[in-house]
């Protein structure tokens, strides 16, 4: 996982116009949600999650599962140049935090080797309100 992604922030728009408060507090000023209220928290309707700023195809229904932690949980994005990392040193520990890599919105956070009995022992905890669902056709 890199912290660079050549293109990263292409997508720029007048935020505080395009998005809800809530919205803009966490895609932009890189704030959470409280757990156990998000819309996709519990969903198992299949499709693609995208960027709920700008659209980017950020995750997979597939990749989803249940970590009980409160929040969304993959264990992969889509593709890996859809999203970026950095080194998140708030609240007195080191995170790694996931943004989109097209319009640099906050997606949440990835956690490693926590156990959970996936492919790749990552969690993305990503908050609901970062993402937009498309469900896939019948």
């Avoid at 919205?23 to 819309?39: D, I, M, S």
Wanted: charged letters at 30%; aromatic letters at 10%; proline letters at 4%.
């Amino acid at each position: 996982m890199s912290d660079f992604k050549p293109g990263v922030g292409k997508i720029v728009k007048k935020w505080e116009d395009v998005l809800s408060p809530e919205e803009f507090h966490v895609l932009r000023k890189g704030g959470t949600e409280r757990p156990h209220v998000g819309e996709y928290t519990n969903t198992t309707t299949e499709g693609v999650y995208s960027c709920r700023a700008c659209g980017t195809e950020l995750f997979r229904s597939d990749e989803k599962f249940d970590s009980h932690c409160g929040w969304p949980s993959f264990f992969a994005p889509l593709a890996e140049d859809s999203v970026r990392y950095i080194q998140d040193r708030s609240l007195g520990m080191i995170r790694t935090e996931v943004r989109c890599a097209a319009c640099d919105s906050h997606l949440g956070h990835v956690f490693e080797g926590e156990g959970y009995s996936t492919p790749t022992d990552l969690r993305y905890c990503i908050n609901s309100i970062s993402l937009r669902l498309e469900e896939k056709e019948q």
